[in-house]
């Protein structure tokens, strides 16, 4: 099962590149990541923002990784962590109000997570930040699905933010790693694509952990939802 989600995962992510080639969706990302570079510190906040509204509808993670190519490691990160986080708590207070019953649908199509919505009621943001390390759900989904939970908004967003920082850390340093291959000798590239290798070994060895951790915690409906190595890219 392992291999066929990551040929699934694959399959994805050949099938969005297809996209992006045949739809001017890439010259529009180009255009926009251009606008960025020139815009100086404004850009930081921009980036930001925009990550949070696509982040609504669709997955973040070409943006995560086009942060790491525009402003590097640090800043990127931070940018990603900013954006994404400001995601997930509209999303959260969306689920709360106007698209609840639209949200109800939505998670009861989804049983598995009923196990993680009994954990929260337990223990609270522990099992989200848990939940954001092991990405046993698309983060996409468990956005708007945390807010059918009873976890107060602070401790939501807190748990989220530290939840997806390895996954985040890992998909911009994959993008700056590729801005940084185009000017290195071999010597370095070897070291680069090393550093990214470790990264994402890191990111899924940490959700290995959690997603132990949410099995101890009497989740167990909630393991094999999705493959951390895949789901992480939601982020």
Same mark, same amino acid.
């Given at each position: 099962?392992?291999?066929?989600?990551?040929? +699934?995962?694959?399959?994805? =992510?050949?099938?969005?590149? =297809?996209?992006?080639?045949?739809?001017? +969706?890439?010259?529009?990302?180009?255009?926009?990541?251009?606008? =960025?570079?020139?815009?100086?510190?404004?850009?930081?906040?921009?980036?930001?923002?925009?990550? /949070?509204?696509?982040?609504?509808?669709?997955?973040? &993670?070409?943006?995560?990784?086009?942060?790491?190519? +525009?402003?590097?490691?640090?800043?990127?990160? +931070?940018?990603?962590?900013?954006?994404?986080?400001?995601?997930?708590?509209?999303?959260?207070?969306?689920?709360?109000?106007?698209?609840?019953?639209?949200?109800?649908?939505?998670?009861?199509?989804?049983?598995?997570?009923?196990?993680?919505?009994?954990? =929260?009621?337990? #223990?609270? /943001?522990?099992?989200?930040?848990?939940?954001?390390?092991?990405?046993?759900?698309?983060?996409?989904?468990?956005?708007?699905?945390?807010?059918?939970?009873?976890?107060?908004?602070?401790?939501?967003?807190?748990?989220?933010?530290?939840?997806?920082?390895?996954?985040?850390?890992?998909?911009?340093?994959?993008?700056?790693?590729?801005?940084?291959?185009?000017?290195?000798?071999?010597?370095?590239?070897?070291?680069?694509?090393?550093?990214?290798?470790?990264?994402?070994?890191?990111?899924?060895?940490?959700?290995?952990?959690? &997603?132990?951790?949410?099995?101890?915690?009497?989740? #167990?409906?909630?393991?094999?939802?999705?493959?951390?190595?895949?789901?992480?890219?939601?982020?």
């Amino acid at each position: 099962m392992p291999y066929l989600k990551i040929a +699934i995962g694959v399959a994805f =992510v050949v099938a969005f590149v =297809v996209m992006l080639r045949l739809l001017p +969706i890439g010259t529009w990302l180009t255009e926009f990541q251009s606008y =960025v570079r020139k815009a100086g510190p404004i850009g930081y906040v921009v980036y930001a923002l925009v990550y /949070a509204i696509v982040g609504l509808f669709f997955s973040g &993670s070409v943006l995560t990784i086009g942060a790491g190519a +525009i402003f590097g490691m640090v800043a990127g990160t +931070i940018v990603v962590l900013v954006g994404a986080t400001l995601t997930a708590t509209i999303a959260f207070v969306l689920a709360r109000t106007v698209l609840r019953s639209r949200v109800e649908r939505l998670v009861a199509s989804k049983p598995k997570f009923a196990a993680v919505d009994r954990a =929260v009621a337990r #223990e609270g /943001a522990k099992i989200v930040l848990l939940v954001r390390l092991a990405a046993v759900f698309p983060f996409l989904f468990v956005n708007y699905a945390f807010g059918l939970t009873g976890i107060k908004t602070g401790a939501y967003i807190l748990a989220t933010l530290l939840g997806i920082v390895p996954g985040t850390v890992a998909f911009v340093y994959l993008g700056a790693a590729g801005a940084a291959l185009a000017t290195q000798n071999a010597t370095r590239t070897a070291f680069t694509i090393a550093g990214v290798v470790i990264a994402f070994a890191v990111s899924i060895f940490v959700a290995r952990i959690a &997603s132990a951790a949410i099995k101890r915690a009497g989740v #167990e409906d909630a393991s094999g939802a999705s493959d951390p190595a895949l789901s992480a890219t939601e982020s």
